[in-house]
Nanobody, 124 residues
Framework: QVQLVESGGGSVQAGGSLRLSCAAS????????MTWFRQVPGKEREGVAL????????WYSDSVKGRFTISRDNAKKTLYLQMNSLKPEDTATYYC?????????????????WGKGTLVTISS
């Protein structure tokens, strides 16, 4: 059974940091590009960071570049998102997702598997 389970969300003040984790099981994690998305109710889902299967390549949206760092531990089958210098506009539910085998994408439609999300709330 495929599972992606996010953790690490919470409430922090602006300028603070959080580290999200995503534990994967039930599929060949080390072969998949992984992406973090976020969504605010009423707004489009946004892909914010992706990482290649081996971890050597990463990409960030302009909205988080320089503040967020995506990483992965293939031995532990875990994906991470280190979020620093958080802003109120970073408030959202954050989801991890596994891309269709052989592809890397920020498009939600290109994902095979999704977690249920973890809520991040940043207060000013």
């Amino acid at each position: 059974q495929v599972q992606l389970v996010e953790s690490g969300g919470g409430s922090v003040q602006a300028g603070g940091s959080l580290r999200l984790s995503c534990a994967a099981s039930g599929f060949t994690y080390s072969f998949r590009c992984m992406t973090w998305f976020r969504q605010v109710p009423g707004k489009e889902r946004e892909g914010v960071a992706l990482i290649s299967p081996g971890g050597s390549s990463t990409w960030y949206s302009d909205s988080v570049k320089g503040r967020f760092t995506i990483s992965r531990d293939n031995a532990k089958k875990t994906l991470y998102l280190q979020m620093n210098s958080l802003k109120p506009e970073d408030t959202a539910t954050y989801y991890c997702a596994a891309a269709t085998g052989g592809s890397c994408s920020l498009r939600g439609g290109a994902m095979d598997y999704w977690g249920k999300g973890t809520l991040v709330t940043i207060s000013s």
